[in-house]
């Protein structure tokens, strides 16, 4: 009995946001910055640990805009561990509750909206030139702009396409296009599944995870079908997730699965194993490939609707500057450093992950060809940013819950009419003015 | 004269008693102090903070946006279905758990607890699972009941019977979860059975042999009956367990397919840290515990009155 009621305090006690602070590392110059009468700005920022070669960028980039910025601003990083993907957000939200954000934050794409949303960070528009506005690629733009302001620039970009087997290809005589205008319809890559999907290998690889990636991967049959999962303005999701065209792109999907084309539980180097002709991945994938010599693989457009805008997935982590800081100022000169053209051509080079501006692109050659073409192509004319909306954690949830739903055999239309009345009630009750 | 001294003797024995009584008393308070102030820190203000939340609108990320709303939160839980749906599965989960693993507990139980060879092996066997982690689990039993090429599917295989979906079917899911529930966690209650199984006296089993009882006899009245507190407690917090059912779920199915494994416990996780929205989170987390508290109540009252 006490148990039961320890029990549910426990679960009460979840509520409460008991958050776990992750541990944290200092990284950056300790130097003293004692001179007197001229007083230095100490700025602190806040960024989830990543790999090694994606941290030492960071720390580099910082060390020399310590130097640069000498006796006037000293920017320290700390480094928090994600540990399961919410870690650091849950530290942001125990710092909004105790005002004690840093300086700056990184903070993912389509978390901005809804900072910005709950005043978290503030707008930087004075602080961007047109020239730069310009420089940064569309989806960039997109991601960091709410309600007609702009919040928070990214680093790098991301994009998903179609990797390809080569081996299995030439097997059937099947050439996948490298032009934009040849990008494959649903149709034209079911076919292809079709035809691939033999003797224990699948036709494609296209469940990265069950979470974010389903937003943030399939969103695109939406949009390439003409809509998009919420009205531009972000407040409904009626007659948008579960339109026409939604429902037709679900269908599709759940084509996919009834006949067995990709496995819904995959292992994670299915294709790298060729055990998939296909595969929906992004450039983070081309790192592991070298560890399988006998993998030969290219690169495809995302496939589009027949007739349908040719479109791919975009969004990044970004950087912004929070309300609580005492320097916005010299914090949002912090900002444009670790956004401008070198940090992004550094952080691309050593992550493999395309640039977010269009000049770094500039100074990789490898870029101009195949296939890493492709990723550029998409990158900088066709991708689109997550939806813009306050409510967007229960967007993606409910979506991701939805898709995997109907993969498995759920209606189509009842499971998305489920998506938009979840969504519609949940931003009519907290975010409608 | 007399009787004036002697109630005054009287009075200092007494006041002296006094002072050592509450000497004594403030000795034992301060031992228990710590653990009360633990207590009261880290669990009765939460839930106190709890109950005041659940008549809010809070926004986790707009602590200054609070607003107090009445009974909104209440009125909205009892119109929402995935309410309804989640605490149906959290029942159906523990009502066939809980009996379930601790039959199993007890079988197994009973099986280490001959002078079987290898018996300390078996023993091992069935506690290994409840030391490793519930997560690492999940995630091993996750590629075991894969669809197309799990382990169990290849089984299956052998003995021609077609592939099934498992996780990934609205039917099999908590039925897949409750299998794989009983198999991590009956090694606890196995242990506590054996400990319980010890502590019956060698005469009395001697005894009944004499007078002629066999082995189901001899389970039936004496290991049984000799086993009935330990299987209260067993029962008791098994069925705390089973309500508290979240890690399965959320790491293997999220709730899904079609809210057929979500929880009570996932809902409350998923409407306060994922959605935010901490006011609702914890009007459920209310009725939650309302919840468990009536359970709790009519488990000791219906083993008390027997």
Redesign the interface.
Known sequence: MKKGIITAILAAMLITGCSSGGQTNEAGSEGSSGNAGNEVIELNFWRPQAGEAEDNVYVKRIEEFNKAYEGKIKMKMEVITRGNSFAYEDKINAAVASNTLPDVIAMDGPNIANYAASDIIIPLDEHFTEEDMNDFVPSIVQQGTFKEKFYAPGLNESSVVLFYNKKIMDQYGITPPDKMEDAWTWEEWYDVMKTTAKDGVFGTNMINDKGEWMTYAFEQLWISGGTDLVNDEGTKADGFVNSEQGIEAAAFLQKLANEKLFNIDPKPTEFEEGKAATKLGGPWNIPGFKNYPDLEWGITYFPKKAGGALTAPSGSWAVGVSADSEHPKEAAEAVKWLTNKDSSTELAKAISMPASRKSAFESMAEYNELPLRIIKEQVTTVSNARPVTPAYPVLTQKFAEALIDIMVGADVKKSLDNVADIYDEEFKRNFAE | MQTAWSADEHKIKQASLGRQKRRESVVGYSFIAPSVILLLV???L??M???L?GFT?F?????DKIQFIGLDNYKLLFQDNLFYKSLFNTLYFTVIVVPVQSAVALMLALLVNHQLKLRNVYRIAYFSPVVTSMTVIAILW??LY?????LINSALNFFEIPKQ?F????DQAMHSIIFMSVWQAAGYQMMIFLAGLQGISKDIYEASSIDGANRFQQLRFITIPSLYNVTVFVL??TT?QA??LFVQPYIMT??????TTRTL?LL???Q???????GY??AI??I??LI??F???SM?KFFRDR
């Open positions: 880290f669990l009765v939460p839930f903070f709890a109950f939340f609108k926004n986790l990320l707009r602590p996750i590629s894969n669809p197309n090429e799990g979906p996780l990934r079917s609205s008791t917090i705390i309500v508290k999220n709730g899904g397919p079609e809210n416990a409350i996780y998923q306060g840290f994922q959605f935010r929205n901490a989170a914890s987390s209310v939650f515990f468990v508290v359970i709790s109540f000791k």
